[in-house]
């Protein structure tokens, strides 16, 4: 039963392995579409050769390398639906982020259950909604101090990113799933965005908009890229 639960959560790459051949291309058309989608939000660059060899020679540049891996998940995995979903993200390895104390993580504060209370006091509509690709779209970091490169995420099951030598580093050029700051540049674009729209943040929640008119009030709340 844990095995099973940890199987939601995320499936090993090995378990990949094992399947039969027909069953695999669904799961490399997953990594291939995360990985248009960190391009398409510019994410990381392909470093040349010449670059990579450059970062490999330097002490500074290559401490400032991250690891990276695919997180492979069967979105259908908690249902009873035998069909399998295929899911896969790229994160780097954000826990050995060498700019941890400069970067600005700060958490913004929680009030889901005051939320959901109002909602059922006052009888309003509730809707759920999921944001494509949300942590890529953060944008960078303006202060940190240097470069973050990445190693490819490859692994006993995906040896090769689509068009992409597997011998070169990537450089993050923006959000990347997994550095510590990444919540929080989401939280900053999705702040941005919607005040811009003429929505007003609300005092007690930062994560929380409101659009506000005659005869109506839309709240909007954002939390790990659901809405």
């Known amino acids: 039963l844990k095995q099973k639960k940890a199987l939601v959560n995320e499936i090993p790459w090995p378990k990949l392995v094992e399947l039969p051949e027909k069953d695999k291309q669904q ?30 020679a330097d002490p500074n540049a290559k401490r400032r390398c991250l690891r990276s891996r695919i997180v492979w998940r069967d979105k259908n995995a908690a249902l009873t639906t035998p069909e399998v979903k295929a899911k896969a993200r790229i994160t780097v390895q954000g826990f050995n982020d060498p700019d941890p104390f400069t970067l600005d993580r700060d958490a913004q504060p929680i009030v889901v259950t005051i939320m959901m209370q109002v909602i059922a006091s006052l009888g309003w509509q509730l809707f759920g909604s999921d944001i494509k690709s949300a942590f890529l779209q953060g944008g960078q970091a303006q202060y ?31 959000s990347v799933v997994g550095l510590v700051n990444c919540p929080h540049l989401f939280y900053n674009r999705f702040r941005q965005v919607f005040v811009a729209l003429g929505w007003h943040q609300h005092s007690a929640d ?3 908009c409101l659009y506000i008119e005659a005869k109506a009030i839309i709240a909007i709340r954002c939390e790990t890229g659901t809405m």
């Open 144 to 174: 940190r101090p240097d470069r973050i490169y990445m190693h490819q995420p490859l692994d006993g099951f995906l040896k090769k990113l689509p068009g992409v030598d597997p011998t070169v580093l990537l450089g993050a050029t923006g």
């Open 206 to 208: 930062a994560c929380c």
């Open 27 to 56: 799961w490399y058309d997953a990594a291939e579409s995360d990985w248009k989608d960190v391009l398409y939000w510019k994410g990381v660059r392909v470093l040349d050769k010449q670059e990579t060899a450059q970062v490999k």
